[in-house]
């Protein structure tokens, strides 16, 4: 799909379909198509096209907005038809996705809202029909009002995001002091180690949620894609804590862009638990990532357990945007079904 502006009109594409409306929507005149053209389209790795192409072949397509053939705002749309309903969320292994912004060297803040507004209303016109959406935002989608305007729902969630300019001195000093003990216990019986074998990386993430009662979500074909992908592209690394054994007492699984590395996912083998493996390699992570990133995102949760934990690292709270719309009937059918559960029992 595509849009346009500047003096050009609003050029909308679905597939092969077009249609052009009137409105025009000029950036800035020292805001060339060069230099737009020379910035990324994407807010993070979540949004680029070789990690859409590894987590959903084939199912996901892009909605764009353009000004003299330059992407100004782009939506990447995954939809899948789930039971009666065609559903726009989020693809396997992917935390945040939403529409990406191109402001041009917009300064003023009236400014800057105005093209937020116009942007994001163009994208949104060009949706696919669809009966529900749900999809997370990346953090640097802050103005929730044409949303809201347009009758989505809106709330706010959490990540925890290292500065990782800072000195190693300065992220040791910043971690609680629980971290600090088990890494420097972990350390003591435990080395850390890159491996390749993302096979191997399943198998300690899929005993965490296995300790949970849960599915391995990660031992999936999109994961191995998602790992070849990364691989070929050497965006992404797997640590493991390793004792002289040979046992594996806990593994991570990480990715990057050109600012951000991302904990993408970790595990521990529950009968190890209290080796403090799982710290030591998160610290590891942080000091590595200083090498290629600016900040370390510990892509969040909204599990109390879990963010207790994310927040022993140091790092500062970041909100990102949930956005939810439901059709009437999508909407009738979850109410019916919430009515069923408390009058029934039903599951």
């Not at 805001?31 to 192409?53: G, H, K, M």
């Not at 806990?250 to 862009?257: Q, R, S």
């Not at 909100?319 to 029934?344: C, D, E, P, T, V």
Request: aromatic share 10%; net charge positive; charged share 25%.
């Amino acid at each position: 799909m595509v849009t346009a502006i500047t003096a050009n009109p609003l050029e909308f594409r679905v597939a092969q379909a077009t249609t052009t409306t009137t409105a025009a929507m000029p950036v800035s005149q020292s805001d060339t198509p060069e230099v737009a053209s020379a910035r990324p389209t994407s807010y993070c790795i979540f949004q680029e096209p070789w990690w859409l192409d590894a987590v959903a072949p084939g199912a996901w397509r892009d909605i764009t907005v353009t000004s003299g053939g330059v992407v100004r705002a782009r939506w990447p749309i995954y939809q899948e038809r789930r039971g009666l309903f065609d559903v726009i969320t989020l693809p396997p292994l992917t935390h945040r996705l939403g529409p990406w912004l191109d402001l041009g060297d917009a300064t003023k803040t009236a400014r800057r809202y105005e093209l937020e507004k116009d942007l994001t209303g163009a994208l949104l016109e060009q949706l696919p029909p669809h009966d529900i959406l749900q999809v997370n935002c990346h953090s640097g989608i802050t103005n929730m009002l044409p949303f809201v305007w347009a009758g989505f729902e809106e709330s706010a969630r959490y990540t925890y995001v290292v500065d990782v300019t800072q000195s190693e001195t300065a992220l040791w000093d910043a971690l609680r002091e629980n971290i600090r003990r088990e890494s420097r216990k972990a350390r003591k019986q435990l080395q850390v180690e890159t491996i390749d074998d993302v096979n191997e990386c399943i198998r300690l993430i899929g005993k965490t949620y296995a300790r949970q009662g849960n599915p391995n979500p990660f031992d999936s074909p999109a994961m191995r894609r998602l790992d070849a992908a990364a691989a070929e592209r050497g965006r992404r690394e797997m640590l493991v804590a390793r004792d002289e054994r040979g046992q594996i007492h806990a593994a991570v699984y990480l990715v990057w862009d050109a600012r951000t590395t991302y904990y993408l996912a970790g595990g521990a083998d529950p009968e190890l638990r209290t080796s403090g493996a799982h710290s030591l390699l998160i610290w590891e992570a942080l000091v590595r990532s200083r090498a290629r990133s600016t900040e370390f995102d510990l892509t969040g949760s909204m599990v109390e357990s879990i963010e207790r934990f994310f927040r022993a690292f140091g790092g500062q709270q970041r909100i990102y945007f949930s956005l939810n719309k439901m059709s009437r009937r999508a909407r009738f059918a979850w109410h019916g079904k919430k009515m069923l559960q408390a009058l029934f029992g039903a599951r």
